[in-house]
């Protein structure tokens, strides 16, 4: 059996009388990349600990490749964690920092010098060896925690939102590497973020975590397309999905004043529904909704155009609205096919 395999079954997490993780079930295959995203304070961080050790789940059981390790303690685990802080011990050396697993495991003293500096290497700082932490770069630093993670060669690399000190630039770069080296050494990754679009670009696949609950699971494209609650819906996409309380009757949906045929939500009958549709699936057509221009936002290829429709903000985002202006007065067109139906009471999707 290939190393790296992980399932989580059951998993719950309380703090006395406080719940912060419900039910969590997830598999991870072997050499896959997989995050896990959510907003601040969904669990996210409690799931990682869990899976390395650094905290007991109240129920459930982890098993990493087929043994119980549920109670296991960290050092026992074939797994590293790599921390938003990155935790480097200051009054040693890079070197030290990163030799300090290895050195933790007994690796004989020929060997060690030899697996620090292609653990080094591979993250490009073996030129900085020498030097204290304290005498690097956000970026360096970072370097340090992600060589001292994979010099072990773990079966398990876990990452909690280990990119959030670096700034915009530096991010988008290191993503990129973080990825090839994660391909490069075949290892499974399970990465934490509460980034929408570092998951969706990283990860073969991702859970959505709401609420210490984990609502949805696939890949990102399958997530991103079919979101499984108004809630999901809401946290995916740049700007997110638009989201319009609607009756639908008989195939006809209305929203505030406005109604529209809508023939492929005739089987839903006559109910309260939430209707989503992203951005850059809002279109203008000469005759539709009524929508007046309250705001435009120039990103350079595209532009974000604010609409209210009734007492609702519907939002697009195109390069065909650039004329736009505000307090102009249009008609928008929802394509029926675009439409994502979401029951009013629960949020959770409809399907149809
Ligand atoms: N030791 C603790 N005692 C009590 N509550 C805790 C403890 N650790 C975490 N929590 C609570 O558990 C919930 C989930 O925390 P967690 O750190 O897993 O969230 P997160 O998804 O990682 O959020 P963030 O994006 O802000 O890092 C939070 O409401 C948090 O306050
Ligand atoms: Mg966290």
Redesign the pocket.
């Known amino acids: 059996m290939k190393r790296g395999h992980l399932k989580l079954t059951g998993i719950g ?1 309380s ?2 009388t ?1 719940n ?2 419900r039910g969590v079930d997830l598999e991870i295959q072997p050499g896959e990349f997989f995050a896990l995203l ?12 869990i899976v390395a050790g650094l905290e007991v789940p109240t129920a459930g059981q982890v098993l990493l490749d087929g043994e119980d390790a549920t109670t296991l303690p960290p050092g026992k685990r074939d797994v590293a964690m790599v921390f ?1 802080s990155y935790a480097l011990y200051p009054h040693m050396s890079v070197f030290e920092n990163i030799a300090f697993p290895l050195r933790n495991i007994g690796t004989p003293g020929d060997q060690l010098a030899g697996l620090v500096r292609e653990a080094a290497a591979r993250v490009k700082i073996d030129h900085l060896l020498a030097r204290k932490p304290g005498a690097l770069s956000g970026g360096q630093q970072q370097r340090v925690a992600l060589a001292r993670a994979i010099v072990r060669k773990p079966a398990l690399f876990l990452l ?2 280990p990119l959030s000190n670096l700034d915009a630039k530096l991010r988008a770069e290191t993503r990129v590497e973080l990825k090839r080296l994660q391909r490069s050494l075949g290892v499974t990754a399970v990465y ?1 973020t ?1 980034d929408q679009e570092e998951a969706m670009s990283l990860a073969d696949r991702m859970a959505v ?1 709401m609420n ?1 609950v984990l609502v949805q699971q696939g890949t990102p494209e399958e997530v991103f397309r079919r979101p499984a609650s108004v809630d999901v819906a809401a946290f995916l996409g740049n700007p997110p999905m638009n989201l319009l309380p609607a009756r639908i009757e008989n195939g006809i949906a209305t929203i505030g004043t406005t109604s529209f045929s809508a023939p492929t939500m005739a089987s839903l009958g006559s109910r309260d529904v939430v209707l989503g549709i992203r951005p850059p699936d809002v279109a203008i057509s000469e005759r539709g909704i009524d929508a007046t221009v309250t705001m435009r936002e120039n990103l350079g290829d595209d532009v974000i155009v604010d609409f209210t429709v009734g007492d609702h903000l519907v939002r697009a985002r195109s390069a065909a609205m650039r004329e736009l202006a505000e307090g102009d007065r249009v008609h928008l067109h929802f394509g029926e096919g675009d439409l994502h139906v979401f029951d009013h009471k629960s949020g959770f999707r409809v399907a149809r």
């Open positions: 997490k703090y006395g406080t912060v993780l959510g907003p601040s304070g969904s669990g996210k961080t409690t799931t990682l600990r938003q909690d939102e934490v509460h975590f210490g």
